[in-house]
């Protein structure tokens, strides 16, 4: 059997290139440097002590020739990752490779999941960290016990795996591994391969005939194959996101209860233009720091806007086309980008496809394989009456057996093709920055792929971010499908620690998240219109900090949801709208983001928290995608106290958190990481303690005072020193506060020999204009002379018989010297 068309790849992550990194021996590194890069005097290395990482984030035009052809020397080389690489050469060439899916049947208990870990670099290296984590399978209505996982792996190998069995996320947390033999798969010629393996308890002697089969296999396939070195470096497939939204700040508008629309919509009642609102909210969204806005269905629809009815039109309760246009220019004017929400998994019974399908009946609509259809009742949860008289009709599949939701066949190419024309539309008529897309783990990721290819063609920086609640999300993102993914799994973790008093919890998420997606960039968020709001979630509101900390300066994309920034409330026990399910609790109408009056009393200090985190985000790049966030370095003090070390290459951050009632003092050291540059003496400053976020520059005294931080007393402490050993004292710590310590590198000192080099070359440069300039000047004289000269003789001729010159006049030669001289005067003096 062959693995299912849906099925995709699980990326490479960076930690398992580690090992095949090392079959490059250095002499031959530095054979090729010397070779690419020798100069008269001397071989030089263009890369001995350059800071890599601070190269890589500048802009390829202001890298200096040398360096960047070294860079790329050496990535051909494998002394540079290739995710690094990515950076100054766009995309990976393809690889060759099969698509192997691996399954297998083991039971196991909570908090378990199995992995496969083997001898390739793609399988951990036989590292049980670093082991490829597998998905469960589930199966309706059955107890399943079934794991899978999908893997690219290169053509013509032979790989050597095992599974194994892991509790937790901990990188030495209990394991428990398949007995017998090791796993042989080869991979040939074929596109997609199917394993089924089968688990045994016991380890088996190497004197048993399976073993020793497995041996000569692999010695016979080695002996056959010498050069085989992994090749998988060059190769990491990378979901690349658009430039614009990798520091982006995400907001998100629920419009028809943020502009207080209607519940319902018979698709009769005239336009009201309630999207002009939207204008009056500009200047909050430019002062609180949002640089992308995300409207959730703003398409025409009979109620809560995910029943679409016409998706080329908006909805007649907020506005037209012609209105939302000039709303998406504005906004981009102001440097906000706009994204909108794609339904395209079902529609609303109104969509015209379906609407035929009632009308003439299953058997008779040209829309039939528009939708999943039934002859009888019990086929699918939805049921239509065509005929009452005969009580005649068809059954269809509806999203969760919402009958008002229809779900689309988008295995039908008509299907497809008209939701294409839907994405172009909006993307190059509208001028959309991209999509979030719903129920997007719901969709097979072939369709996710060609929806990519319509949208990049239609609008290359387009963003596609996938609505991801359950499985892997590899299944969804990746560098041919989705860009990024709503981070369902850390958004619970973030709260419901602090409201259990269990910073192991969230520590556990982080595990999981970087073995999963160590090479994802995902959307953080606290609430939606879908989840309770944070506000009415938190048991202790002064934990809203700590969890906008989280959103705002971890790993992540954030997205903060309107209304809570200013603390506003909201469960599904509090809606009241039947067609909603409660949700409308969620999406009460927008406030008044001019007249504080209006906000709840923890607004005020909730807006200036969430303002400042912002600029903090966009002020120190250790905080944003740029900042490393090593698990390892990851500290659970204790159930109420956490400690996260980012690092970029201009910065060292690190985040203490305390979500106790209580004041800590002394407060455990932090550890900085080995290679650290802060060194001991240095300062890191607390950017929530000091009023302006901006770190005080070197010899500027940081304030003292006391600093009010979401209605709390943070504390006057400003500095923390590093002591012996890479250590901070980050304490005292008050109740309910978070640190944002932060430190500059210093700037790397510039290698003099390519400074003179530069400077040189810029003194050539600025010579040759000089004396372009003098010869340009010395040419504009002499032809005023001799147009002056022919002007003359125009005069004095017949007009009837006007003879052009001849023999022009004698060069200037004083005024040839006079220009001689500047030059060499000039050339001097910059010299």
């Not at 991979?187 to 089968?198: I, P, S």
């Not at 207080?260 to 909050?284: F, S």
């Not at 009888?376 to 999203?399: K, L």
């Not at 790049?621 to 159930?639: A, E, N």
Request: hydrophobic share 40%.
């Amino acid at each position: 059997a062959s693995a299912s068309s849906s099925a995709s790849h699980f990326p490479v992550s960076r930690r398992r290139l580690v090992a095949a990194r090392a079959s490059t021996a250095a002499d031959e590194l530095d054979a090729k440097v010397a070779e690419l890069f020798e100069e008269e005097e001397e071989a030089v290395d263009p890369l001995a002590g350059v800071d890599i990482d601070a190269l890589l984030a500048m802009d390829p035009a202001d890298v200096d020739d040398d360096l960047l052809d070294a860079l790329l020397a050496a990535q051909a080389l494998e002394e540079v990752d290739a995710a690094d690489a990515l950076a100054l050469k766009g995309p990976p060439r393809p690889v060759d490779c099969v698509r192997v899916t691996f399954r297998i049947n083991r039971h196991t208990e909570f908090g378990q999941h199995l992995a496969i870990v083997g001898e390739h670099p793609l399988l951990g290296s036989w590292t049980v960290a670093d082991a490829v984590p597998m998905d469960w399978v589930e199966i309706k209505g059955v107890a399943s016990t079934t794991w899978e996982v999908h893997l690219d792996l290169p053509r013509y190998s032979l790989f050597q795996y095992k599974y194994v069995v892991r509790t937790g996320w901990q990188t030495d947390g209990p394991a428990q591994w398949q007995g017998g033999a090791n796993n042989l798969v080869a991979t040939g010629a074929q596109g997609k391969l199917a394993v089924e393996d089968r688990w045994i308890d016991g380890a088996w002697p190497d004197a048993h005939p399976a073993v020793k089969g497995v041996t000569a296999a692999v010695a016979a396939y080695t002996l056959a194959n010498p050069a085989d070195h992994h090749h998988t470096l060059g190769e990491l497939t990378n979901t690349l996101l658009p430039d614009w939204a990798k520091d982006s700040v995400f907001y998100q508008v629920f419009p028809l209860g943020y502009f207080d629309a209607p519940t319902l919509n018979d698709g009769t009642g005239k336009m009201v233009p309630r999207l002009e609102q939207m204008r009056l909210h500009y200047d909050h969204l430019v002062n609180l720091g949002v640089t992308a806005v995300y409207f959730s269905p703003l398409f025409e629809s009979d109620t809560h806007g995910y029943d679409t009815a016409d998706y080329f039109q908006i909805d007649r309760r907020l506005g037209d086309v012609a209105l939302f246009k000039e709303i998406v220019v504005e906004l981009q004017s102001r440097g906000i980008r706009v994204v909108l929400d794609g339904v395209f998994n079902h529609t609303g019974k109104r969509h015209f496809a379906f609407q035929d399908i009632m009308e003439k009946g299953a058997s008779k609509s040209e829309y039939r394989n528009w939708y999943l259809l039934g002859a009888r009742e019990e086929d699918y949860e939805g049921w239509c009456t065509v005929d009452p008289a005969s009580d005649s009709g068809f059954s269809y599949d509806c999203w969760e057996g919402h009958a008002m939701l229809p779900r689309f066949n988008l295995a039908e190419k008509a299907v497809r093709e008209h939701i294409f024309d839907i994405a172009r539309f909006w993307l190059k008529d509208i001028g959309i920055d991209g999509w979030r897309l719903d129920v997007a783990h719901e969709i097979s990721p072939d369709f996710w792929r060609e929806f990519r290819t319509v949208c990049v063609e239609a609008r290359p920086d387009c963003l596609l971010v996938g609505e991801m609640i359950h499985g892997n999300y590899n299944n969804w993102v990746g560098d041919d499908r989705l860009h990024s993914g709503t981070n369902y799994q850390m958004s619970r973790a973030t709260w419901h620690c602090l409201n259990n008093k269990n910073y192991e919890e969230l520590q556990t998420a982080l595990l999981r998240e970087d073995t999963l997606y160590d090479n994802l960039t995902l959307v953080n968020f606290l609430g939606n219109h879908d989840v309770p709001r944070i506000a009415s979630t938190l048991t202790n509101p002064a934990h809203y900090l700590h969890c906008a900390v989280v959103m705002c300066l971890m790993r992540g994309i954030p997205c903060l949801y309107y209304g809570d920034e200013f603390g506003m409330e909201g469960t599904p026990a509090d809606g009241t709208d039947p067609f909603s399910g409660g949700d409308d609790a969620m999406r009460r109408p927008m406030l008044d983001c001019a007249d504080p009056s209006s906000w709840p009393a923890v607004g005020p200090s909730r807006l200036a928290l969430t303002k400042k985190l912002i600029q903090i985000r966009k002020d120190n790049p250790v905080f944003g995608t740029l900042g490393s966030q090593d698990v390892h370095l990851i500290r659970v003090v204790s159930s109420e106290q956490f400690i996260v070390v980012r690092e970029s290459a201009e910065q060292v951050g690190v985040l203490v958190f305390n979500s106790g009632d209580y004041n800590v003092d002394p407060w455990p050291e932090v550890q900085l990481p080995k290679g650290c540059i802060a060194a001991e003496g240095d300062k890191f400053i607390d950017l929530l303690a000091i009023p302006d976020v901006a770190v005080p520059a070197a010899g500027e005294a940081a304030p003292e005072a006391p600093v009010i931080v979401d209605g709390h007393i943070h504390g006057n402490k400003v500095e923390f020193e590093v002591s012996t050993g890479g250590k901070i004292y980050a304490g005292p710590c008050n109740p309910n506060s978070v640190r944002v310590l932060v430190f500059n590198k210093p700037k790397p000192k510039p290698d003099p020999k390519k400074v003179a080099q530069a400077m040189k070359a810029v003194k050539v440069e600025k010579a040759a204009a000089i004396e372009k300039a003098a010869a340009d000047a010395k040419s504009a004289a002499a032809m005023a002379k001799v147009e002056a000269a022919l002007g003359t003789e125009e005069a004095a001729a017949p007009t009837t018989a006007a003879t052009p010159a001849t023999t022009p006049s004698a060069p200037d030669f004083a005024a040839v010297a006079a220009a001689a001289a500047v030059v060499v005067f000039v050339v001097f003096v910059v010299g």
